[in-house]
């Protein structure tokens, strides 16, 4: 009964958004419309960060929007590794895509600027990148690795 209740079609889109979810998109709406500065640092951020990893050799593809992706050679283990390593001792939250979604020995990294980071958020980025790709190739996030962060 209850699988019914929460897959018929007439009841799927019949549910409502919690009003916390309502009150912010409602929230964000508003400043897009009032704050055009924002979307402004948004771009400049975005811009600085790709122009940043693209000049430290880092293979970002191309990308129209602010989402940055960023290609790394390696397997699942690597990207594991590498994610945690960005997160745990640099402070850098970057979601990863791996295989099936894409070639089996392809990292890809995604970064998602805001208008709240700044200039210097984006030079402490690209820095890490390009050391944390350095380790990379050197073989330091091989699995049997894993320890040596």
Same mark, same amino acid.
């Given at each position: ?47 600085? $960060? ?5 000049? /430290?050799?880092? !293979? *970002?593809? #191309?990308? =129209? ?6 290609? @790394? ?34 990292? $890809? ?5 805001? /208008?709240?980071? !700044? *200039?210097? #958020?984006? =030079? ?6 390009? @050391? ?18």
């Amino acid at each position: 009964m209850m699988y019914m209740r929460y897959n018929m079609r007439s009841q799927i889109y019949a549910k409502s958004l919690p009003m916390p979810i309502v009150i912010g998109a409602l929230k964000r709406l508003d400043m897009i419309r009032t704050m055009p500065e924002l979307s402004e640092k948004l771009w400049s951020i975005t811009n600085a $960060l790709q122009s940043g990893l693209k000049n /430290a050799g880092m !293979s *970002i593809g #191309d990308s =129209n929007s602010c989402l940055t992706p960023v290609y @790394m050679k390696g397997g699942i283990p690597e990207a594991t590794n590498v994610i945690v390593d960005l997160r745990e001792n640099h402070s850098i939250f970057c979601s990863i895509v791996i295989y099936p979604v894409i070639p089996k020995d392809v990292i $890809l990294l995604r970064l998602i600027p805001t /208008a709240a980071h !700044s *200039i210097e #958020d984006v =030079n402490y980025t690209v820095e890490r990148f390009k @050391m944390v790709n350095e380790k990379l190739l050197a073989g330091a996030y091989k699995s049997e690795t894993i320890a040596t962060f």
